[in-house]
């Protein structure tokens, strides 16, 4: 018995701590009524060039509440770097979209999605 315990333990401890390395492709999807980090960066892409900066103001602020959400769920599967640098592209979005400029609002929502597709791989 104390044999199988000794082997059995550290075996299942590793595939379960691998199994949680490896998840973030699926725990970075939305669950429930949440909108999707990717299509409402979609969203935001359309108001600013439509120039509507309430609404895009209004959706990045959706979209950080969203973000701390899903990297709750995906801090232990995700580099720390990623991580920072979506939260840092996000915090510049922010502050492009209060400046109401159009390019740096569009390039800081493209780096933001290159980095979101860039979790987990």
Partial sequence: ?????????PIVS?????AIMLSTSIL??????EI??????????????SGNWDAANE??????KTWEKIVKRIQFSSE?????????????LDGAIMAKDKSASLI???????H??????
């Fill in 28 to 33: 970075k999807k939305s669950l429930g009524t």
């Fill in 80 to 92: 720390r770097d990623e991580i920072n640098s979506f939260k840092s592209s996000i915090a510049r």
């Fill in 14 to 18: 590793l595939i379960f701590f691998i």
């Fill in 1 to 9: 018995m104390r044999k199988f315990l000794v082997i059995t333990i």
């Fill in 59 to 64: 959706k990045t602020k959706s979209l950080s």
């Fill in 108 to 114: 800081q929502l493209k780096e933001a999605y290159d």
């Fill in 116 to 121: 979101w597709d860039g979790l987990g791989k």
């Fill in 36 to 49: 999707s980090i990717p299509n409402s960066i979609q969203l935001i892409i359309e108001d600013v060039e």
